[in-house]
């Protein structure tokens, strides 16, 4: 089968047999398809920094700017952590750390943190009063085995069940078993040679390793216990694109949890290490998107304030909780905001929200469709094998297959938006029928999704609407002929009784 041609008479696909022979744009925002102002204006909020709105129906791209953005964007700078007050600890204090002095500090902490060994690899009397060894056959067990499993004699290097207890016979093994461990084996301090030159060094237990800390290593530690406790609430590696829908003022805007000792120095666990940031805390210096952005309600108010002084504070949301009495202020929050709704709920954004995105940004109505031109077709049988790549469980489409996307997107721009000459954007619905076709083609063994899996798919992946109208007639019918004697008896029918046949069959209606 030939390659059907376009409206101008042009075959955008010639030389291409499959899907897998065209190439994929390494640029992320030139993956969107259909979208060039919008594309446009994503390139200038990356580089300036600017908020945009993007508004349109479901599945035209609208999260794929928003993540396409982010990747334009240079990775963070800063890492944001909360600090100890030790004469206030309800008022813990913030702490931005730069990049590079937190890679340093984390190598340093790393370095503190010593050499990791096996137990066999160290010296025999250090893993003997560590508990790695028995004294009376060599062989090596875990720690937490006091007695040695081959020679069933005790581990421990002082044996406070021999001679000496009058009551060894009665509670020796209940000694060893409980403190035995405990008795300065946890820890070895020693000497050693290296390098003709003689260091303190100190060997660890590790869980089933030993540690060795020498003296650098020891320095080390000594610096990081001076320092002031703290918590990295964002850190410096992290993933510039956070997306947020229909979130809770919790995931919005961080909390602390609750501690039912209330912090209490020996028991609790302190309010610096209770702090949770949020979506616009770990949004910093990347893009927060706010997916149907009118389902946070009055939570808008908080992401207005957030973008004029770009910084939020974290606070205990729950009165009952002892995290209500804590608080962090000035936490950064340094984001550019990318919303996104439907028409119809464009009136449920708040004023002023929609002003301060305005006033330092874009609102962009998206396309939901595009000419059918050459370039567009080649764009379109793009979208498939970006798709195909994307699934990575289906195999690549013959350009007959694409030829069969491409017809459909033409008849869904006629029958949906009523435009001539022209291919549909709304391609999430689309992605959908080529994964459908690649599952079948995939369960028949074929290596290609073929023309005939996408018209396959075509028909299962209708509506439910449009498979009621199909097998019913209209939608009053169907819930008339599925209902049950019982239900028609009890009156649960009233609600149809009371809508005429004429408007059951009505576009809402199925």
Known sequence: MESAPNADGKNPLAGISTTEDIPLPPDPLERVIGQDEAIALARVA???????????????????IARALSLHLPMPKQEIRVVHNPEQPERPSVEVK????AEQEKTSREYAG????????????VAERLGYRCRSCGSYSSTKEVYCPKCQKSKLFNNISGQGNPFGDIF????????????????????????????VVVYER??????????????????MEKQSPHKVIVPYRRNNFVMVTGAS???????????PY????????QPYERVIPGAVHEAHEGVLYIDEIQHLGELQRFILTAMQDRMFPIEGHNPQSAGASVRVDSVPCDFILVASCNIQDLQRIIAPLRSRIVGDGYEVLLETTMKDTPANRMKLAQFVAQEIQKDSKIPHATVDAVHEIIREASRRARAIDRKEEALTLRLRELGGVIRAAGDIAVIEG???????????????????????????????????????????????????ENESASDMNKPGYG
């Open 446 to 496: 074929s290596r290609y999704i073929e023309a005939e899996h996408i018209i396959a798919a075509l028909k299962k992946t209708r509506p439910v609407e449009e498979q009621i109208r199909d097998r019913y007639g209209n939608f009053y019918r169907a819930v008339s002929d599925e209902m049950t004697t019982s239900q028609k008896q009890s009156g649960s029918e009233f609600w149809y």
């Open 172 to 199: 020796g093994n209940l000694f060893e078993m409980t403190i035995g461990q405990s008795m300065g084996t946890d820890r070895v301090t020693t000497t050693r040679k290296r390098f003709d030159k003689e260091e």
């Open 262 to 269: 209330g912090g209490h120095a020996q028991l609790g666990t």
């Open 206 to 223: 590790f869980g089933e390793m030993i540690r060795i800390l020498d003296q650098k290593a020891l320095e080390k530690k000594r610096e």
């Open 98 to 101: 730069g990049g590079i002095d």
């Open 249 to 259: 003022e919790t995931e919005l805007l961080g909390d602390v949890r609750h501690d």
């Open 46 to 64: 990356a580089v300036q920094r600017r908020n945009l709105l993007l508004v349109g129906p479901p599945g035209i791209g609208k999260s794929m």
């Open 114 to 125: 010593g050499e990791i060994i096996d137990p066999t690899e160290a010296p025999i009397t």
